[in-house]
Antibody, heavy 124, light 111 residues
């Protein structure tokens, strides 16, 4: 069925990097933008950035610029987010989500499918 | 501090109607890029509930509706059911930030 399947939980030390994957299943990656959104424990949703699967262009939220890299592998239908210089405040569930290219850059139909989430714990 | 402001919690008895507000500004809701609402059941990923102001994806009951006016939006839930208990988030695009913003979330308790 149509779903986004994310990689498993990670535990990292402060200062390290983490890379989370998100595989598109049941649909073609190239027809949808991929977004990354995180949620700290007990907190709300925070948008991190977007990648266009065609060409790989990215836009990152200002608070993550310089620390985040989003990539994709169209051959495997997989998107990735890498966050560097991890600190305890980066402990969160990281979600991938999609919005249709047909709805335009501004995601006029919202994020219509989400991955199950990947817990990243940053602790010494 | 979220760019979109929601009440932290709302509650209602089964069968009642509740509303959740979402207040933004001219750079997001007021800019006309549409407001979306998500429902997050405990321990699960968010799910799109309403898109582009007041459109329901397939499978979402018509007990859920939304509206917006100027720089604010609201979600209404009628005929409250125990299974509606969840966190709800509003979302829009922000032209000043050049990205998407969410409300802080509202926890709905069904009494």
């Amino acid at each position: 069925q149509v779903q986004l399947v994310q990689s498993g939980a990670e535990v990292k030390k402060p200062g390290a990097s983490v890379k989370v994957s998100c595989r598109a299943s049941g649909y073609t990656l190239s027809n949808y933008y991929m977004h990354w959104v995180r949620q700290a424990p007990g907190q709300g949703l925070e948008w991190m950035g977007i990648i266009n699967p065609n060409g790989g262009s990215t836009t990152y939220a200002r608070q993550f610029q310089g620390r985040v890299t989003m990539t994709r592998d169209t051959a495997t239908g997989t998107g990735y987010v890498e966050l560097s210089s991890l600190r305890s405040e980066d402990t969160a569930i990281y979600y991938c989500a999609r919005s249709p290219l047909s709805s335009g850059w501004f995601a006029l139909v919202g994020f219509d499918l989400w991955g199950q989430g990947t817990l990243v714990t940053v602790s010494s | 501090q979220s760019v979109l402001t929601q009440p932290p919690s709302v509650s209602g008895a089964p069968g009642q109607r509740v509303t959740i507000s979402c207040t933004g500004s001219s750079s997001n809701i007021g800019a006309g890029y549409g407001v979306h609402w998500y429902q997050q059941l405990p321990g699960t990923a968010p799910k799109l509930l309403i898109y582009d102001d007041n459109n329901r994806p397939s499978g979402v009951p018509d007990r859920f509706s939304a509206s917006n006016s100027g720089t604010s939006a609201s979600l209404a839930i009628t005929g409250l059911q125990a299974e509606d208990e969840a966190d709800f988030y509003c979302q829009s695009y922000d032209t000043s930030l050049s990205g998407w913003v969410f409300g802080g979330g509202t926890k709905l308790t069904v009494l």
